[in-house]
């Protein structure tokens, strides 16, 4: 008890000193909103057709330039995200136009097109880090997906990415009603399949996701989910960790499924180019209520240094249920990727399930 109590207070103590310094170090560029999946549960809504351009790299460079050399620290990352950013054909251009920069890239990826060549092509581009999304065993994940054999694909991509030692590599894990209780099925695959991180999260009814229910946790499965991270992480069977993402505050079970206390980055350390120019944080984050400018009008740096209030001071979440909440000071308001729309009530607080 004393040692959570000590964890929680540092982890305050770093959130207020990370907050206050501001320091820019991880980017997300969504740099496509084209993709070859369907998933049921994306939050942007992205198809094969999409009906905005790629955005071109010399525009995402402009912007990424405003960005003066000293204020590059050494762990800075861009990380390319979309829709599917492997249907980019310039993405070993882009990893090259960034390590000439002198910071690391990563992708997020559902792996369909990450074959040995593939990964030949971008390991001799410079990418550092990879995310690599499974949701389930064959039938779940194909479903999930909207496209049989995405399963398959996706399996031998994580088997190559999880023997390359130069890769800072993950599997992530959308858990829903259905994939739930084969979790232990899925983390033997991931470990038979040499991956060192496993990191889980849940869904909000967002996008495609508010028609699926079944998508959704009730609070006892969430409960579930909780212990089944907390078992693995205590009695660990291999070297692979496990983790749950950082999206909301859990009372009793912070610092039991994750390393360090909640703290939503956001707009803290983390920026975004979004496919339209917008200037936001994480890419979840609702860009209508929390985008801070657009690239082809702002300068980019000016508008970090400047804006991002409502990432700083989150003293306007106090509303709807969180309006009197006894651990608002740690939770915040939850991630921001939480509060959608006219913002008056959050839509997920795990809080709230684990009591």
């Known amino acids: 008890m004393i040692k959570k109590v000590l964890q929680t207070q540092l982890g305050l103590l770093f959130r207020h000193v990370e907050t206050k310094t501001h320091e820019l170090n991880y980017l997300f560029w969504e740099c496509t909103t084209r993709c070859n999946l369907h998933c049921l549960h994306c939050g942007s809504d992205c198809t094969a057709s999409s009906g905005e351009a790629d955005m071109p790299l010399e525009d995402f460079l402009r912007a990424f330039d405003t960005i003066p ?48 060549a593939m990964h030949q092509r971008l390991m001799a581009a410079g990418l550092g880090a990879m995310t690599i999304s499974l949701d389930g065993l064959e039938a779940d994940h194909d479903w999930m997906r909207g496209r049989q054999g995405s399963f398959e694909r996706t399996r031998q ?20 009603q259905r994939n739930l ?21 849940t ?29 693995k992480r205590q009695h660990p069977v291999s070297p692979m960790t496990v983790t749950y993402s950082c999206e909301g505050y859990l009372g009793s079970y912070e610092c039991e499924v994750r390393q360090n206390p909640y703290f939503c980055h956001a707009g803290i350390n983390i920026a975004s180019v979004l496919i339209d120019g917008t200037i936001s944080a994480c890419p979840n ?24 209030e409502p990432f700083r001071k989150r003293d306007w979440a106090r509303r709807g249920q969180c ?32 009591l």
């Open 69 to 116: 050399k000293e204020a590059l620290v050494p762990r800075f990352t861009v990380v390319l995200t979309g829709g599917e950013p492997l249907l980019r054909p310039d993405l070993p251009d882009v990893g090259r136009a960034l390590r000439r920069r002198g910071v690391g890239w990563s992708i997020v990826t559902n792996g369909w097109f990450y074959d040995q």
């Open 203 to 231: 869904i909000i009814p967002l996008g495609r996701a508010n028609d699926h229910p079944e998508l959704h946790l009730t609070n006892a499965q969430f409960v579930h989910l909780m212990e089944f991270i907390k078992d």
């Open 323 to 354: 309006r009197d909440c006894r651990v608002f000071h740690r939770c915040l308001g939850g991630g921001m990727h939480n509060w959608h729309g006219d913002c008056n009530q959050v839509l997920n607080c795990h809080y709230s399930k684990t």
């Open 285 to 308: 984050i609702d860009r209508t209520a929390f985008g801070q400018g657009n690239i082809y009008k702002d300068n980019f740096f000016e508008v970090w240094q400047q804006r991002f």
């Open 157 to 176: 991509a994580i088997a190559i990415a999880a023997t390359e030692r130069r890769l800072n590599f993950d599997v992530v894990t959308c858990v829903s």
């Open 181 to 201: 209780p084969h979790l232990n099925e899925i983390h033997d695959l991931l470990v038979s399949l040499g991956v060192k991180q496993w990191r889980i999260f």
